[in-house]
């Protein structure tokens, strides 16, 4: 009985949780709740991956009115997909987030900001299930929205100019997908992904339909922060709360990126996407120089935070690099790195989130001595670290592999390089952390440190063993991203 | 016949002036100012897209046979409550700047941030 | 049987909670680890009947990629690498246990850790059944030993460590993975396979980058000019150095170039594409250019660590003639040279930790103070030579008929003018430490005598080794010539 309604709870529960922890008003209270619900979506998620069968989906019908009229929501294989990935990031992260929150947040927040975080966990799921393409925009906003607010609650006041600036240019990136969504409903008459991918073939090159594919992919590619539209995206990860990090960068980036394969593949279609090498010849360009510029950017950052913000705008190109090859093993790898960076960012911004949750700041000063003072977390970062750089018998190894292969496999042996030119860098921005951590002593005269307590170091650990078990066992990762592959060029000609 | 399009020329010409402002402008509360009417433009899109030439407004009542398209009006409305949302939104951080700061001009907040 | 493998490849790893959770109790915590020493050993020795009677016990641990999985099988090579590093562990262990505590090492716990990580990954290297497996333990190996490289904390060993891992991860990540990427997209396979996987599959042009990929991408093989973290890696404590860069991890590396040249390429493609050739000049200029840098160090352990440099490229040099005669050379020299230089380590640590002294020039007389240190020495460094009845001759010889039979003669050349710069550097050391007066009238010299009882005891015991190596090669024969196909 409650199975059938499984997608609508999906994002219904979260959505009207959020209005009750404003009500609970204690900041312990609303955390209960606000954690119980971040499970439960969890649940569903991975109850939805159980029950799709490959290559097929499941339907519902919003509110009883059936497709093309009312909204539908449909689950596929993908879908299922990045939901696990968004649920998963956001129970952890929940179940971390009160000692961190009570730390870096004013009491009289805490409602609010768990209200927030599950209003972006119900927008982020929603952009996930729904199959209509306004419906789509709606979510994207109510995700964007309540992450601005997030955003801004972050101790520093750079936070609050760093919000600003996301919320500028998130708006321009969802005002072009509008645009593009209005222009495609007006040459089809739809907004039912599956009708509009069935009635633009028959356009052909349309002007107007090219206007809203460069209206859309300009759009996406600003949410995604895709170089050199990701200038919101450092300042933002940095100066927000640790929890909040850590949530965006294992999340919201993902279902950006999730939505331009939706419009690429499912409703454009690779054929049109792809015609003529352009966008493709565009994508990759931008995502190398993204690789390798915002990998060099890095290095030279002082505040760790931010670091690895620009490490995402890096890993991010890895992403795009693999989809811009258009073929299934790039589409494989682009898809296990969404799932693998994912759990790797949140656990390293999870590890950083107790150091400052215990030190204070996230600088590279902060780190000093750290490893002897906090071996649990420091160990948690270097473990997610590796996988960044991409050690064997981590997640990231299985990401960086595929992407070679599939580079190798066009025949594009100076890109598999510059991936593993990528890692190179990520090894040096890596180890100066590591080094400071573990080589030089604590300063003098600074505050004694002891380890972070169990219940944040338990979800950080959670994440860690991800990270090595998905280095080892892929079914999840390879196995459903290689079928989505094939689904998603199977429209190709 | 381009004529015939102006509606489109009127969006284009709205959009272009709300992106520069959002991009010239270096006052906070214009960028605001710029992104709503380049929201704007939009819902001019939407609207003008569901308007049938002699169409009336669809109530059903006798004698009327064309009706304008009702679904980009309803879907328009959510879009100017999403960007009422986000004016609130800026406005509110916009305030919040200027406690911080004492001043809603971006170079001057910069320059803070660089001198800190 | 079959539980053997998995049961040496567990083992080390099992001690690893052993030792920390013994933190507090160094003597237990050492016994652990002499322990786990005998036990890997004899387990890995158990396994020789069964693969000298021509069976490969396998193990498939998971399947992390379709088609590739984290397996291990056990061939002769690698029994080869495996009983020569679990039993130099074994002594390497006993002689640490005189070394850490007579030279008052901070974090003997860490120390004795990381040690038996690495120890872990070695033979998980060893063992690999494909290339994959071979990167995950050669990483594995490269990460578990910079926290010992980098053991005493200061400056120096920061920087040291800096170049010892940037070199390594740089060449591994940047060359070796690319090349293995690039073999899996040639064949759609990656296990070592006798003969070779690459044949039909490549042009010779195509043949010689990846083969110069892999030389180059193993920089643990320390070809140059990938030679630099070598001598870096010296700050570290002198077991580590024996064990590591004499052993474990320098070995590794020149196993991984054999284990290519012979599962990936096979000797025939090696051959006929002009590959293996044109990669035998970089191996024997590496040879050369080695002991030329060796000469001119002051610093006993640099000096050493030159010399490594040099003698590797020996095997990677077998490896390349890809003949019977330089693979059994260059695979019987992974035993000998691992003996003499352990050796040579063991003596410069005990050197250390009874007299302070770390350079040549400083070793006047010290032959009449500790007599037992000094003789083992030499018999180190005559090995290093190739002097008969000592091990390193026994390798050599294969692998100076391997160059004639390749007519090589540059080659040939480079094997016979290489002994006399060795013992260019080698006996002069041996001389003043014999011959000299003891350098007088420096003041606040303190009277020393040997090292403690644990050191010269295992420098002796390698020592003895490196005789005995001499007159009684056949295990190590028998298991070599199995890889060409018999005697």
Same mark, same amino acid.
């Given at each position: 009985?409650?199975?059938?309604?499984?997608?609508?709870?999906?994002?219904?529960?979260?959505?009207?949780?959020?209005?009750?922890?404003?009500?609970?008003?204690?900041?312990?209270?609303?955390?209960?709740?606000?954690?119980?619900?971040?499970?439960?979506?969890?649940?569903?998620?991975?109850?939805?991956?159980?029950?799709?069968?490959?290559?097929?989906?499941?339907?519902?019908?919003?509110?009883?009115?059936?497709?093309?009229?009312? *909204?539908?929501?449909?689950?596929?294989?993908?879908?299922?997909?990045?939901? #696990?990935?968004?649920?998963?990031?956001?129970?952890?992260?929940?179940?971390?987030?009160?000692? %961190?929150?009570?730390?870096?947040?004013?009491?009289?927040?805490?409602?609010?900001?768990?209200?927030?975080?599950?209003?972006?966990?119900? @927008?982020?799921?929603?952009?996930?299930?729904?199959?209509?393409?306004?419906? =789509?925009?709606?979510?994207?906003?109510?995700?964007?929205?309540?992450?601005?607010?997030? *955003?801004?609650?972050?101790?520093?006041?750079?936070?609050?100019?760093?919000?600003?600036?996301?919320?500028?240019?998130?708006?321009?990136?969802?005002?072009?997908?509008?645009?593009?969504?209005?222009?495609?409903?007006?040459?089809?008459?739809?907004?039912?992904?599956?009708?509009?991918?069935?009635?633009?073939?028959?356009?052909?090159?349309?002007?107007?339909?090219?206007?809203?594919?460069?209206?859309?992919?300009?759009?996406?590619?600003? /949410?995604?922060?895709?170089?050199?539209?990701?200038?919101?995206?450092?300042?933002?990860?940095?100066?927000?709360?640790?929890?909040?990090?850590?949530?965006?960068?294992?999340?919201?980036? /993902?279902?950006?990126?999730?939505?331009?394969?939706?419009?690429?593949?499912? *409703?454009? @279609?690779?054929?049109? %996407?792809?015609?003529?090498?352009?966008?493709?010849?565009?994508?990759?360009?931008?995502?190398?120089?993204?690789?390798?510029?915002?990998?060099?950017?890095?290095?030279?950052?002082?505040?760790?935070?931010?670091?690895?913000?620009?490490?995402?705008?890096?890993?991010?190109?890895?992403?795009?690099?693999?989809?811009?090859?258009?073929?299934?093993?790039?589409?494989?790898?682009?898809?296990?790195?969404?799932?693998?960076?994912?759990?790797?960012?949140?656990?390293?911004? =999870?590890?950083?989130?107790?150091?400052?949750?215990?030190?204070?700041?996230?600088?590279?000063?902060?780190? /000093?001595?750290?490893?002897?003072?906090?071996?649990?977390?420091?160990?948690?970062?270097?473990?997610?670290?590796?996988?960044?750089?991409?050690?064997?018998?981590?997640?990231?190894?299985? %990401?960086?592999?595929?992407?070679?292969?599939?580079?190798?496999?066009? @025949?594009?042996?100076? *890109?598999?390089?510059? #991936?593993?030119?990528?890692?190179?860098?990520?090894?040096?921005?890596?180890?100066?952390?590591?080094?400071?951590?573990?080589?030089?002593?604590?300063?003098?005269?600074?505050?004694?440190?002891?380890?972070?307590?169990?219940?944040?170091?338990?979800?950080?650990?959670?994440?860690?063993?991800?990270?090595?078990?998905?280095?080892?066992?892929?079914?999840?990762? #390879?196995?459903?991203?290689?079928? #989505?592959?094939?689904?998603?060029?199977?429209?190709?000609? | 016949?381009?004529?015939?399009?102006?509606?489109?020329?009127?969006?284009?010409?709205?959009?272009?002036?709300?992106?520069?402002?959002?991009?010239?402008?270096?006052?906070?509360?214009?960028?605001?100012?710029?992104?709503?009417?380049?929201?704007?433009?939009?819902?001019?899109?939407?609207?003008?897209?569901?308007?049938?030439?002699?169409?009336?407004?669809?109530?059903?009542?006798?004698?009327?046979?064309?009706?304008?398209?009702?679904?980009?009006?309803?879907?328009?409305?959510?879009?100017?409550?999403?960007?009422?949302?986000?004016?609130?939104?800026?406005?509110?951080?916009?305030?919040?700047?200027?406690?911080?700061?004492?001043?809603?001009?971006?170079?001057?907040?910069?320059?803070?941030?660089?001198?800190? | 049987?079959?539980?053997?493998? +998995?049961?040496?490849?567990?083992?080390?790893?099992?001690?690893?909670?052993?030792?920390?959770?013994?933190?507090?109790?160094?003597?237990?915590?050492?016994?652990?680890?002499?322990?786990?020493?005998?036990?890997?050993?004899?387990?890995?020795?158990?396994?020789?009947?069964?693969?000298?009677?021509?069976?490969? +016990?396998?193990?498939?641990?998971?399947? +992390?990629?379709?088609?590739?999985?984290?397996?291990?099988?056990?061939?002769?090579?690698?029994?080869?690498?495996?009983?020569?590093?679990?039993?130099?562990?074994?002594?390497?262990?006993?002689?640490?246990?005189?070394?850490?505590?007579?030279?008052?090492?901070?974090?003997?716990?860490?120390?004795?850790?990381?040690?038996?990580?690495?120890?872990?990954?070695?033979?998980?290297?060893?063992?690999?059944?494909?290339?994959?497996?071979?990167?995950?333990? $050669?990483?594995?190996?490269?990460?578990?030993?910079?926290?010992?490289?980098?053991?005493?904390?200061?400056?120096?060993?920061?920087?040291?460590?800096?170049?010892?891992?940037?070199?390594?991860?740089?060449?591994?990540?940047?060359?070796?993975?690319?090349?293995?990427?690039?073999?899996?997209?040639?064949?759609?396979?990656?296990?070592?396979? +006798?003969?070779?996987?690459?044949?039909?599959?490549?042009?010779?042009?195509?043949?010689?980058?990846?083969?110069?990929?892999?030389?180059?991408?193993?920089?643990?093989?320390?070809?140059?000019?990938?030679?630099?973290?070598?001598?870096?890696?010296?700050?570290?404590?002198?077991?580590?150095?024996?064990?590591?860069?004499?052993?474990?991890?320098?070995?590794?590396?020149?196993?991984?170039?054999?284990?290519?040249?012979?599962?990936?390429?096979?000797?025939?493609?090696?051959?006929?594409?002009?590959?293996?050739?044109?990669?035998? $000049?970089?191996?024997?200029?590496?040879?050369?250019?080695?002991?030329?840098?060796?000469?001119?160090?002051?610093?006993?352990?640099?000096?050493?660590? $030159?010399?490594?440099?040099?003698?590797?490229?020996?095997?990677?040099?077998?490896?390349?003639?890809?003949?019977?005669?330089?693979?059994?050379?260059?695979?019987?020299?992974?035993?000998?040279?691992?003996?003499?230089?352990?050796?040579?380590?063991?003596?410069?640590?005990?050197?250390?930790?009874?007299?302070?002294?770390?350079?040549?020039?400083?070793?006047?007389?010290?032959?009449?103070?500790?007599?037992?240190?000094?003789?083992?020495?030499?018999?180190?460094?005559?090995?290093?030579?190739?002097?008969?009845?000592?091990?390193?001759?026994?390798?050599?010889?294969?692998?100076?008929?391997?160059?004639?039979?390749?007519?090589?003669?540059?080659?040939?050349?480079?094997?016979?003018?290489?002994?006399?710069?060795?013992?260019? $550097?080698?006996?002069?050391?041996?001389?003043?430490?014999?011959?000299?007066?003891?350098?007088?009238?420096?003041?606040?010299?303190?009277?020393?005598?040997?090292?403690?009882?644990?050191?010269?005891?295992?420098?002796?015991?390698?020592?003895?080794?490196?005789?005995?190596?001499?007159?009684?090669?056949?295990?190590?024969?028998?298991?070599?010539?199995?890889?060409?196909?018999?005697?």
């Amino acid at each position: 009985m409650i199975d059938e309604h499984l997608p609508v709870l999906q994002v219904v529960v979260p959505l009207l949780a959020a209005p009750m922890c404003l009500l609970l008003g204690r900041g312990t209270l609303a955390w209960g709740l606000a954690t119980a619900v971040g499970w439960f979506a969890l649940y569903v998620a991975l109850s939805l991956l159980g029950s799709v069968p490959a290559g097929g989906e499941i339907r519902y019908a919003l509110g009883g009115w059936a497709a093309p009229w009312g *909204i539908e929501y449909r689950v596929d294989r993908l879908d299922s997909y990045v939901l #696990v990935i968004v649920a998963a990031v956001g129970a952890l992260v929940l179940t971390y987030a009160r000692a %961190s929150v009570a730390r870096e947040i004013a009491r009289h927040q805490h409602a609010a900001f768990y209200a927030a975080l599950l209003l972006c966990l119900a @927008g982020l799921l929603g952009i996930v299930i729904t199959g209509d393409a306004f419906n =789509l925009f709606v979510f994207l906003e109510i995700s964007s929205l309540s992450s601005y607010a997030l *955003i801004s609650l972050g101790r520093d006041r750079r936070a609050l100019t760093a919000s600003y600036q996301y919320l500028i240019m998130g708006t321009l990136g969802a005002t072009f997908i509008l645009i593009g969504v209005g222009l495609l409903y007006m040459v089809t008459g739809t907004l039912n992904m599956l009708d509009l991918a069935e009635r633009l073939p028959a356009l052909g090159d349309n002007r107007t339909v090219l206007a809203a594919f460069a209206f859309l992919v300009v759009g996406i590619c600003l /949410k995604i922060a895709l170089f050199p539209l990701h200038l919101w995206l450092p300042n933002a990860y940095a100066y927000a709360p640790s929890v909040v990090t850590a949530f965006l960068a294992g999340t919201a980036t /993902k279902v950006a990126i999730y939505v331009l394969l939706r419009f690429l593949f499912t *409703i454009f @279609g690779a054929g049109f %996407s792809f015609s003529g090498m352009l966008l493709s010849a565009l994508l990759m360009v931008l995502a190398l120089l993204g690789v390798l510029v915002a990998s060099t950017v890095a290095i030279f950052q002082n505040d760790v935070k931010r670091m690895l913000a620009y490490s995402s705008v890096a890993q991010i190109g890895y992403i795009v690099l693999g989809i811009s090859l258009v073929s299934v093993t790039g589409l494989t790898a682009a898809l296990v790195h969404l799932f693998n960076h994912a759990v790797m960012k949140a656990a390293l911004f =999870l590890a950083l989130g107790a150091v400052v949750y215990r030190v204070g700041g996230a600088r590279l000063e902060d780190m /000093k001595g750290l490893g002897r003072a906090m071996p649990l977390t420091l160990a948690a970062f270097v473990a997610g670290g590796l996988s960044l750089i991409g050690v064997p018998l981590t997640a990231g190894f299985i %990401s960086k592999w595929y992407l070679v292969l599939a580079a190798l496999e066009a @025949g594009w042996w100076p *890109i598999a390089l510059l #991936v593993l030119i990528g890692s190179l860098l990520a090894v040096v921005y890596v180890w100066r952390v590591v080094e400071t951590a573990y080589m030089q002593p604590r300063p003098a005269g600074a505050a004694a440190v002891s380890e972070a307590p169990w219940h944040m170091l338990l979800p950080i650990w959670a994440l860690v063993v991800a990270n090595v078990w998905l280095g080892i066992d892929t079914d999840l990762t #390879v196995g459903i991203a290689g079928g #989505v592959a094939v689904e998603l060029l199977g429209g190709a000609p | 016949m381009a004529l015939s399009l102006y509606n489109y020329w009127i969006v284009i010409v709205l959009m272009m002036t709300g992106f520069y402002i959002v991009i010239r402008s270096t006052n906070l509360v214009k960028k605001i100012v710029g992104l709503n009417i380049f929201q704007t433009s939009v819902f001019i899109l939407y609207i003008s897209m569901g308007k049938v030439e002699g169409g009336t407004a669809p109530i059903v009542t006798d004698g009327a046979t064309a009706y304008s398209n009702p679904l980009p009006h309803v879907l328009i409305l959510t879009a100017i409550v999403v960007g009422v949302a986000t004016t609130a939104l800026g406005l509110t951080l916009v305030v919040r700047i200027k406690e911080a700061y004492g001043s809603v001009d971006e170079e001057a907040i910069q320059r803070q941030d660089r001198e800190a | 049987m079959s539980a053997l493998l +998995p049961a040496a490849m567990l083992l080390p790893l099992v001690a690893v909670p052993l030792i920390v959770l013994l933190d507090r109790y160094p003597n237990r915590r050492e016994a652990v680890s002499l322990v786990t020493g005998g036990l890997l050993f004899a387990l890995v020795v158990a396994l020789v009947p069964d693969v000298a009677a021509g069976g490969r +016990p396998a193990w498939t641990l998971a399947e +992390p990629l379709p088609g590739i999985a984290l397996a291990f099988e056990v061939e002769p090579l690698g029994l080869i690498m495996a009983l020569v590093a679990s039993f130099l562990w074994m002594v390497t262990t006993v002689y640490s246990i005189g070394y850490m505590r007579g030279h008052h090492e901070k974090h003997q716990t860490r120390f004795y850790a990381f040690f038996a990580i690495a120890i872990a990954s070695t033979i998980g290297a060893a063992f690999a059944a494909n290339l994959v497996t071979l990167f995950v333990f $050669y990483e594995a190996l490269t990460l578990s030993t910079f926290p010992l490289v980098t053991h005493a904390g200061t400056d120096e060993a920061r920087r040291a460590g800096r170049t010892y891992l940037g070199v390594l991860i740089g060449s591994s990540i940047g060359l070796l993975l690319l090349a293995i990427a690039w073999t899996w997209n040639l064949t759609g396979s990656v296990t070592f396979t +006798p003969g070779g996987i690459l044949a039909g599959h490549a042009t010779d042009g195509t043949v010689l980058v990846l083969y110069a990929l892999f030389l180059f991408g193993i920089g643990k093989a320390a070809l140059m000019p990938l030679h630099r973290w070598l001598p870096a890696a010296m700050v570290a404590p002198t077991p580590v150095s024996a064990l590591l860069h004499a052993v474990a991890v320098v070995k590794i590396g020149v196993f991984s170039v054999l284990k290519v040249s012979i599962y990936i390429f096979g000797p025939a493609l090696l051959t006929s594409s002009g590959a293996g050739m044109a990669l035998a $000049y970089v191996a024997a200029t590496t040879i050369l250019l080695g002991s030329l840098v060796a000469m001119r160090q002051d610093n006993l352990k640099r000096l050493l660590a $030159y010399s490594t440099v040099s003698q590797l490229s020996y095997i990677v040099l077998g490896a390349t003639l890809a003949n019977a005669w330089g693979i059994v050379g260059g695979s019987l020299h992974i035993v000998m040279h691992a003996f003499g230089k352990i050796t040579l380590f063991f003596c410069a640590g005990a050197i250390l930790v009874a007299s302070n002294k770390t350079r040549v020039s400083q070793l006047d007389g010290i032959g009449r103070r500790m007599p037992w240190t000094l003789g083992a020495f030499t018999v180190g460094a005559l090995s290093m030579v190739g002097v008969p009845p000592l091990a390193g001759f026994v390798s050599k010889w294969y692998l100076l008929l391997g160059s004639i039979t390749a007519e090589q003669y540059f080659v040939v050349a480079v094997i016979i003018v290489r002994p006399l710069l060795n013992a260019a $550097y080698f006996v002069p050391i041996i001389y003043v430490a014999f011959f000299r007066p003891p350098a007088s009238g420096v003041h606040g010299e303190r009277e020393y005598g040997e090292a403690p009882l644990p050191m010269v005891a295992a420098l002796v015991a390698t020592a003895v080794l490196t005789v005995t190596l001499f007159f009684y090669p056949d295990w190590a024969l028998a298991l070599a010539e199995q890889l060409v196909g018999g005697p």
